[in-house]
């Protein structure tokens, strides 16, 4: 497989890079590597080819403590039309040590190519550079079985002069619904997903909606809390005088695993019994205390615990942290489990040998 790489610098170093990195093979793949030998024709060529790694000078001319860093205002640049990983290559790399991502790397002029190799290499085993080429194949893909298929083989159903926003609904609905799991499995290059469900399906992250949501986990003093409170009592619709039923709003304060007596047990003795009882805690069975939370890069394995409940008001919630938003039907399961919790009815226990004794 192909991986167009573009060098962007002003000194003649790039022409040495190109010569090194074309043909260059790292794994499957094979790098076509080319150059641009200012900042503005590096851009330009961004906005008209397509690349998968954008190496990028830091300075304008000889680098120097004073040097414009002219590679910053391209990064810049680039993050408001397109994405592409960016490696800055730069013999002033610890002024930019900070910039370091994912998607970002930093390398210093003075290893040479080999610290390029390195972050060449980790950038492809992320295989965040194929995503948006494959999310774009699955969208094109839907848009045009969508509308041959459906809009025009089925045009007895929808009639030319259909005006209103129906189609829109139906297509964004079909386009949701066409990110399965094998879809999923193409769009991120990972064969090894299993049926069952992934920690990342669990989340929406970040959060976007300007109103607060059932399911939502907030973050305070270090403390994570989940909110309880239905989502229709947030909604307040000015226009027609409604205002927000939410005056106060329910809150369950959860607890890490790792702090919970039944990982603690097992993490000492790793028997059978110990092993039912902590896949029993995650497992969230309906009606139990606690529903777990898995762990993922912006939060921790977490126990939401049904009995360590506090009221807030509202206006209160400006001062949480807003983390990340539980997703259908994840957040239906924890309000089911919190219900069938609270709705326990106990009774006393009948004495069965007096009526065995009786029989």
């Not at 074309?22 to 851009?43: M, P, R, W």
């Not at 002024?95 to 970002?104: E, M, N, R």
């Not at 039907?329 to 106990?346: A, D, E, H, K, T």
């Amino acid at each position: 497989m192909e991986v167009r790489i573009l060098f962007i610098d002003d000194e003649s170093i790039r022409d040495d890079l190109v010569e090194y990195f074309n043909d260059y093979k790292i794994g499957d793949y094979v790098i076509k590597a080319t150059s641009a030998d200012t900042f503005d024709e590096g851009l330009e060529r961004i906005k008209r080819e397509s690349f998968e790694i954008i190496v990028l000078d830091l300075c304008k001319g000889k680098a120097s403590e004073d040097a414009e860093q002219e590679g910053l205002s391209t990064l810049k640049s680039i993050q408001q039309f397109t994405f592409v990983p960016v490696i800055f290559h730069s013999g002033l790399s610890h002024k930019i040590d900070s910039y370091k991502s994912l998607i970002v790397g930093v390398t210093d002029k003075r290893d040479g190519q080999d610290g390029l190799v390195k972050e060449i290499t980790r950038i492809l085993k992320s295989n965040t550079i194929f995503l948006k080429n494959n999310i774009h194949q699955i969208i094109d893909a839907e848009l045009i079985r969508y509308f041959w298929e459906v809009i025009h083989g089925k045009r007895n159903l929808f009639k030319p002069d259909l005006t209103d926003s129906s189609l829109g609904y139906l297509m964004l609905r079909r386009l949701a619904n066409s990110l399965s799991k094998e879809n999923i499995k193409y769009l991120i290059g990972e064969e090894r997903i299993s049926e069952k469900v992934h920690p990342m399906e669990y989340y929406i992250y970040p959060v976007t909606n300007n109103e607060f949501e059932t399911g939502e986990v907030l973050l305070k003093d270090g403390k994570y809390f989940v909110i309880l409170t239905p989502s229709c009592d947030f909604i307040e619709d000015k226009a027609n005088k409604r205002e927000r039923r939410a005056g106060k709003v329910l809150l369950a304060e959860t607890v890490l695993l790792t702090e919970n007596e039944f990982y603690i047990d097992y993490l000492t003795n790793k028997s059978s019994k110990n092993k039912e009882k902590l896949q029993r805690l995650i497992e969230s069975r309906k009606g139990d205390q606690y529903f777990f939370l898995p762990g993922t890069p912006f939060i921790k394995n977490l126990l939401v615990d049904f009995q360590n409940k506090i009221m807030v008001d509202y206006s209160d919630l400006k001062g949480f942290e807003r983390v990340a938003l539980l997703d259908d039907p994840f957040v239906q399961s924890m309000i089911s489990s919190f219900v069938r919790f609270y709705n326990r009815i106990g009774s006393p226990d009948l004495d069965s040998e007096v009526v065995l004794n009786n029989l």
